[in-house]
């Protein structure tokens, strides 16, 4: 998998939830409201892409889609409640990609979801202070191989760090320092 397309799956992806089971005609479905579920908090950006998805597929299909969040566990607690879900195309889930999974989350993702489309992409930027003698991310790691530990880095609230700590892994196998801003 190239590059570009590991980027458009770091986007959220709007996931549909094993919908081939029951045998439905176009014209029945969708006969009762639709559970969307966000497995991240109200209020984080998910949940409101989410929401903004949900008013437009309600206004296409003629039928509530109702938000359910559920957090906890970055993701795998909702999602995995996703995929125990009745395959019958009422439960769908928002599904971020590249998150780090625990050794068993519950669910495969390849298995027991099917996609349905890249809803939301969102470029990831390194910038510095402007003192910092650097103007490329190669220059930043060439300063950060010279001075082992001395950098730090942050994320915003949101960010990815899991994805972002994975990349700041040296060479050697140390760590560099990694600052959460609140």
Not at 80 to 108: K, N
Not at 155 to 168: K, M, V
Request: glycine letters at 10%; charged letters at 15%.
């Amino acid at each position: 998998m190239n590059r570009m397309t590991m980027a458009a799956l770091l986007a959220s992806m709007l996931v549909w939830a094993c919908a081939t089971a029951v045998p439905a005609t176009a014209q029945d479905y969708p006969i009762r409201p639709i559970t969307m579920i966000v497995p991240y908090p109200a209020g984080g950006g998910v949940d409101v892409m989410g929401r903004l998805i949900g008013q437009k597929l309600s206004v296409a299909l003629g039928q509530q889609v109702v938000i359910e969040n559920r957090g906890g566990a970055g993701g795998m607690i909702g999602t995995r409640d996703a995929a125990r879900a009745a395959p019958d195309g009422y439960t769908i889930v928002m599904l971020l990609t590249g998150i780090s999974l625990g050794a068993d989350p519950g669910y495969d993702v390849n298995k027991d979801f099917a996609p349905i489309g890249i809803v939301a992409s969102t470029p990831i930027i390194v910038d510095t202070n402007p003192a910092l003698p650097a103007k490329s991310l190669s220059d930043i790691i060439a300063l950060a191989k010279k001075a082992p530990g001395k950098l730090a880095a942050g994320t915003p609230p949101g960010a990815d760090p899991q994805l972002f700590r994975c990349q700041a892994v040296q060479p050697d196998g140390r760590h560099r320092h990694h600052r959460r801003h609140l």
